[in-house]
């Protein structure tokens, strides 16, 4: 149980790594760079087709890195809960510690 939490509570960035360079991703930046520097040109500033497909293509680069994210989070989940109670605490300190999650913990009576 306190698995789950805490790997829900780590910030999804941490599970985009090292899907997020590979070539599909950097593809993806680089159209979105290209259109955000064509939407900003004098020539294209108001072309409407260029600023919405920038959005869709943003809205499309964000739900691939949630998918991603989402099966690297489960993917964490199954194999800290294969390791042994040593190797789980320590990885869960680790993350506790380093993006400050105790006080989002819940705490539990006795």
């Given at each position: 149980?306190?698995?789950?939490?805490?790997?829900?509570?780590?910030?999804?960035?941490?599970?985009?790594?090292?899907?997020?360079?590979?070539?599909?991703?950097?593809?993806?930046?680089?159209?979105?760079?290209?259109?955000?520097?064509?939407?900003?040109?004098?020539?294209?500033?108001?072309?409407?087709?260029?600023?919405?497909?920038?959005?869709r293509r943003l809205k499309q680069y964000n739900e691939e890195l949630d998918l991603t994210a989402l099966k690297n989070?489960?993917?964490?989940?199954?194999?800290?809960?294969?390791?042994?109670?040593?190797?789980?605490?320590?990885?869960?300190?680790?993350?506790?510690?380093?993006?400050?999650?105790?006080?989002?913990?819940?705490?539990?009576?006795?």
């Amino acid at each position: 149980m306190i698995v789950n939490q805490v790997c829900f509570l780590v910030p999804a960035s941490f599970f985009y790594k090292p899907d997020i360079n590979q070539e599909y991703f950097l593809s993806f930046r680089q159209d979105l760079e290209e259109m955000r520097r064509k939407s900003q040109s004098i020539a294209y500033r108001q072309d409407g087709y260029i600023k919405n497909n920038y959005l869709r293509r943003l809205k499309q680069y964000n739900e691939e890195l949630d998918l991603t994210a989402l099966k690297n989070r489960e993917e964490f989940v199954s194999i800290l809960k294969g390791e042994t109670d040593e190797m789980k605490v320590a990885c869960l300190y680790n993350l506790i510690r380093y993006y400050k999650l105790l006080p989002h913990l819940r705490t539990f009576n006795r």
